[in-house]
């Protein structure tokens, strides 16, 4: 055994004296972290530290919900599903009987109620209220059509539009 740690990691300070610990050590730096925690943002390499991590968990309190058999480390995720027992939905439409407890739901739905499609295309007579539908109804007038059949003459610039072509 050698008593100096000659062998050092060029990404870091980790030295060591064995070099099969220094190839360990080196796919920290470079290899994909393929094993993740379904608890939190933990990743790893190696399937054994995953499970080593997994130990710190057990210990964690669990969140159970009161209403049936789920079960989460996250108190976000417990909050969520609760919302699945609620029946208030709090959340009421002024002009219609819809209701949600779900802010970004009645956001959408009021959308249904606006008079006028204010969002309109200024190549065509599109009208729309979302900005989304908008910027997507525009692609179909963009005119390089670089996404190409190898098939046919069939072009289009959008990926979507070509596998759906290629599937027939």
Sequence with gaps: HQSSKDLQCHQCDYATYRKSNLKTHLLKHNSS???K???????THRKF???THLLKH?????LKCSHCDYATYKKFDLKTHLL?????????????DYATHNKHHLKEHLLKHKPCKDLK???CD???????DL????????????????????ATCRLSNLKRHLLK
């Excluded at 057990?58 to 669990?62: A, E, F, H, L």
């Design 135 to 154: 910027k997507t109804h525009l692609l179909k007038h963009k005119s390089a059509k670089d996404l190409k059949c190898s098939h046919c003459d069939y």
């Design 37 to 43: 925690c379904i608890h939190c943002d933990y990743a």
């Design 58 to 62: 057990k210990s964690s309190k669990t």
């Design 84 to 96: 699945k027992h609620t029946s208030s939905k709090d959340l009421k439409c002024g002009q219609c």
């Design 126 to 132: 599109y009208a729309t209220y979302r900005k989304s």
């Design 49 to 51: 530290d995953l499970k």
């Design 121 to 123: 295309c200024s190549y």
């Design 33 to 35: 972290k393929d094993f």
